[in-house]
């Protein structure tokens, strides 16, 4: 190794590269697949999910009705708890002068027995008892209260109520799916929300979830056969209208299996997990490929040691064993390389893939895997040196006699070629993923999202809705007010059709709903395509509906001004309008048929204006935050820009992109880190031919062709090799896609020469190197 700096420096390098990648790599699976494992008990805990037939497809939802919660409890023996819960969304939270907006859950008095979170203060089991009490997790007590003890103290919620603080929970750790700062008995909603009495007792308001946990020792196998009965027994409507039935998705899913197809688990996040698995091998693979590439294609320069080893006595396994211990050497070393780099590179990883990722030090499973990690490197990087090496025969190699022959040669060759075959192939994945993105950026969404801000509203800002929206518009800083049910990039709600004009027999259908106050269409800059607008008065228009142009082909209208459908409970309302589809859901997929109602009251879930064209952002902040803070003493001024939002919605292709292109560039650097090394052993191989050749009149451009063909050539097969494969895989992942961009032959080309560019970058270093040596040299040295 002292002997050889240069050649044991590349070798480490490399390594240590492939194995930084493998283990950052290698803790990132691991805390994905760690996903609200932290609990004790959640391999018994379970979602409830309502599996039903709609639009002629089989559709899975995790929202139930209220009554599920009890009838479950009551009916399936192996049931342990059950607990409803809200969507957990933000709330005021207010202690004296103090004011915080971050997100909470109202939910059943067992949730805590169910999710057995740490308790710092309290009892799980009573802590929700009372529906005027309050969990809250550390940092937000520390917040609210300070260094003083929160039990017992009040807090204001939304403005309405004092709670009693029961209980203080550890903070949640970033692998939890749940996320929630404080806790609220979900009696407390029934107490305070007059409609929700109703809803406890109906089968039509799929607007909740249910949570469970089994009894020690019962399986889901077993309660499986007993969900098949529950909607047959409780609501045989909606049974034999749309075939309902109830299943279960264990929590150790719920992160990385959000997909179901057909009403079945069909993947989501588990694919990115399984792919960056995959890529991580790959890179660590190329890394051990440069390790035996340069030690078998220095052979010569071992071959005599081997030989006078194997003189005075030593046997193959001697050799063998020497080797092997070579290579865990180095790839010990080059472990310890790694581990460092790995302990600098962390903290901006974690911030690239918002995780909270930490090396385990003390954990002795950690490193029980990183020392079967360098064995099996060691192996991979050493066994072919080792086996090949010791195979010479000693009198043939003291004599001078060394023919490593074809087969040495072409094995390597073989194995740059499956090095650039990967790196090529993450170079054409990277250049689809991004170009995917921008072809979903770039297509028409609908709506004007620039400048458009959205509030969410409280009681209080519902309450003086009227009030806060003529104030606004009378400042100057806004152009636009209006209120909807949902903000431009959600739908909160879908509702069934009972019957419409052109219906098949049997045929049932879901439609999104979209509640709005006036203005809406004008404040979203949405176009009508047909028809006309709501009037703005709810006795006029509280029958009526605006469709959009995803809805009137879902529904097969030619004409659809004027169409009566059926809705609901039986209430027939009138078409008098469509309007432009808008990207309010995937931006990948097809616009959402959407119906829009004029309902004011129902409409103030969110309060959307836009900022006048002429208005400075900044001192259009400073200038809303009184005006909102007059309405809404109790909140702190809270906004959304809805531009923001939508990008938001290419986060996940986002960080696979990054992802992608970052380990993309690093297995091209480990595999240019490999050709660095074998173009410098064969220019030193070859020096006595370059010599003689530059003696005869070679150009140092005739010495770089010659020295740089082979692996142009070795390259340019890599990038044959490698299209097809990436056009399998990264066809079958556009599928998932409706709003698609097709693979043309461009991305291949640009990554091909991209690959040849590097790799002719690469070469010329130790190529022109050695063309531009004196002769005499290379002469005096044969």
């Known amino acids: 190794m002292l002997r050889s700096p240069g050649y044991t420096a590349i070798n480490i390098l490399g390594l240590s590269a492939g194995l930084a990648v493998a283990l950052l790599l290698g803790l990132w699976v691991n805390y994905q697949y760690s996903y609200d494992r932290f609990l004790p008990g959640s391999n018994r805990v379970y979602q409830v999910r309502n599996r039903f037939t709609s639009n002629g497809e089989i559709r899975t939802l995790p929202a139930v009705c209220l009554p599920m919660a009890g009838v479950l409890k009551k009916d399936i023996p192996g049931i342990r708890y059950t607990a409803r819960s809200d969507w957990m969304g933000d709330h005021d939270l207010k202690v004296g002068e103090k004011k915080l907006y971050i997100s909470g859950g109202m939910v059943g008095k067992d949730f805590l027995k169910i999710f057995s979170f740490p308790m710092l203060q309290g009892n799980a089991g009573?802590?929700?008892?009372?529906?005027?009490?309050?969990?809250?997790?550390?940092?937000?007590?520390?917040?609210?209260?300070?260094?003083?003890?929160?039990?017992?103290?009040?807090?204001?919620?939304?403005?309405?109520?004092?709670?009693?603080?029961?209980?203080?929970?550890?903070?949640?750790?970033?692998?939890?799916?749940?996320?929630?700062?404080?806790?609220?008995?979900?009696?407390?909603?029934?107490?305070?929300?007059?409609?929700?009495?109703?809803?406890?007792?109906?089968?039509?308001?799929?607007?909740?979830?249910?949570?469970?946990?089994?009894?020690?020792?019962?399986?889901?196998?077993?309660?499986?056969?007993?969900?098949?009965?529950?909607?047959?027994?409780?609501?045989?409507?909606?049974?034999?209208?749309?075939?309902?039935?109830?299943?279960?998705?264990?929590?150790?899913?719920?992160?990385?299996?959000?997909?179901?197809?057909?009403?079945?688990?069909?993947?989501?996040?588990?694919?990115?997990?399984?792919?960056?698995?995959?890529?991580?091998?790959?890179?660590?693979?190329?890394?051990?490929?440069?390790?035996?590439?340069?030690?078998?294609?220095?052979?010569?320069?071992?071959?005599?040691?081997?030989?006078?080893?194997?003189?005075?006595?030593?046997?193959?396994?001697?050799?063998?064993?020497?080797?092997?211990?070579?290579?865990?050497?180095?790839?010990?070393?080059?472990?310890?390389?790694?581990?460092?780099?790995?302990?600098?590179?962390?903290?901006?990883?974690?911030?690239?893939?918002?995780?909270?990722?930490?090396?385990?030090?003390?954990?002795?499973?950690?490193?029980?895997?990183?020392?079967?990690?360098?064995?099996?490197?060691?192996?991979?990087?050493?066994?072919?040196?080792?086996?090949?090496?010791?195979?010479?025969?000693?009198?043939?190699?003291?004599?001078?006699?060394?023919?490593?022959?074809?087969?040495?040669?072409?094995?390597?060759?073989?194995?740059?070629?499956?090095?650039?075959?990967?790196?090529?192939?993450?170079?054409?994945?990277?250049?689809?993923?991004?170009?995917?993105?921008?072809?979903?950026?770039?297509?028409?969404?609908?709506?004007?999202?620039?400048?458009?801000?959205?509030?969410?509203?409280?009681?209080?800002?519902?309450?003086?809705?009227?009030a806060l929206r003529n104030e606004l518009m009378g400042s100057g800083v806004v152009s636009d007010v209006t209120a909807a049910s949902s903000p431009p990039t959600e739908i909160d709600e879908w509702d069934g059709i009972i019957s419409w004009s052109g219906q098949y027999p049997g045929e049932t259908l879901g439609m999104a709903v979209i509640k709005i106050s006036g203005d809406y269409f004008r404040t979203l800059g949405m176009n009508l395509v047909m028809g006309r607008k709501f009037s703005g008065s709810l006795g006029q228009d509280s029958l009526n509906v605006i469709l959009n142009e995803a809805a009137v082909k879902r529904l097969r209208y030619r004409q659809p001004l004027n169409q009566e459908i059926t809705w609901g409970n039986n209430q027939r309302i009138r078409v008098i309008g469509v309007v432009r589809d808008a990207l309010m859901l995937s931006p990948f997929a097809d616009a959402e048929p959407t119906f829009f109602r004029y309902d004011p009251g129902e409409a103030l879930s969110c309060i959307l204006y836009r900022l006048s064209p002429a208005m400075n952002t900044r001192e259009a902040i400073s200038k809303l935050t009184p005006i909102f803070n007059k309405y809404n003493p109790a909140y702190p001024y809270i906004y959304r820009f809805v531009d923001h939002s939508y990008a938001n919605k290419f986060k996940l292709e986002t960080l696979i992109g990054k992802l992608a292109a970052l380990f993309a560039g690093l297995a091209i650097l480990i595999s240019c880190l490999g050709l660095f090394g074998l173009t410098a052993f064969m220019a030193e191989q070859r020096s006595k031919e370059i010599s003689i050749r530059k003696v005869l009149g070679a150009t140092v451009s005739q010495v770089w062709f010659l020295l740089s063909r082979d692996f142009v050539v070795l390259v340019t097969i890599s990038c044959l090799l490698a299209s097809p494969v990436a056009w399998y895989f990264l066809h079958r992942w556009l599928l998932q896609y409706v709003y698609r961009i097709s693979i043309g032959p461009w991305v291949f080309l640009v990554a091909g020469c991209m690959a040849l560019l590097i790799t002719i970058l690469t070469v010329s270093i130790q190529s022109i190197k050695a063309a531009m040596s004196r002769p005499v040299k290379g002469l005096r040295a044969e």
Request: glycine residues 6%; proline residues 4%; aromatic residues 12%.
């Open 126 to 466: 009573e802590c929700l008892e009372d529906m005027y009490s309050i969990v809250l997790t550390r940092s937000t007590a520390m917040a609210l209260f300070g260094t003083v003890n929160a039990m017992g103290r009040m807090v204001r919620l939304d403005n309405q109520h004092d709670l009693q603080v029961t209980g203080i929970l550890q903070d949640l750790p970033g692998n939890s799916t749940l996320n929630f700062h404080f806790l609220v008995p979900f009696a407390y909603k029934v107490a305070t929300v007059s409609w929700i009495k109703d809803a406890l007792q109906s089968w039509d308001y799929n607007s909740w979830q249910t949570f469970v946990s089994l009894k020690p020792g019962v399986s889901y196998s077993q309660i499986k056969p007993m969900l098949k009965n529950i909607f047959r027994k409780y609501d045989p409507k909606t049974f034999k209208a749309v075939q309902a039935e109830v299943f279960f998705q264990p929590m150790t899913h719920w992160h990385l299996f959000s997909q179901f197809k057909h009403g079945v688990e069909s993947g989501g996040f588990i694919m990115y997990v399984r792919m960056f698995t995959i890529i991580g091998i790959l890179v660590l693979i190329i890394a051990c490929i440069n390790f035996m590439n340069l030690s078998t294609a220095r052979s010569e320069k071992r071959a005599r040691e081997v030989g006078v080893r194997k003189a005075i006595g030593s046997g193959r396994v001697d050799l063998i064993f020497q080797f092997l211990l070579e290579s865990a050497l180095i790839t010990t070393m080059a472990f310890g390389v790694a581990l460092g780099i790995v302990i600098l590179a962390l903290p901006y990883f974690n911030i690239l893939t918002s995780s909270e990722i930490r090396i385990p030090y003390s954990n002795p499973a950690f490193w029980g895997v990183m020392a079967a990690m360098i064995g099996i490197t060691s192996l991979l990087a050493g066994a072919r040196p080792a086996f090949y090496l010791s195979s010479f025969r000693p009198v043939r190699v003291l004599n001078g006699v060394i023919h490593t022959g074809k087969t040495g040669t072409h094995l390597r060759q073989i194995l740059v070629v499956l090095q650039f075959s990967c790196s090529v192939a993450l170079i054409i994945g990277t250049l689809i993923v991004y170009k995917q993105i921008q072809f979903a950026r770039d297509r028409p969404k609908g709506y004007n999202p620039n400048r458009l801000m959205v509030t969410d509203a409280s009681p209080d800002l519902s309450r003086n809705y009227e």
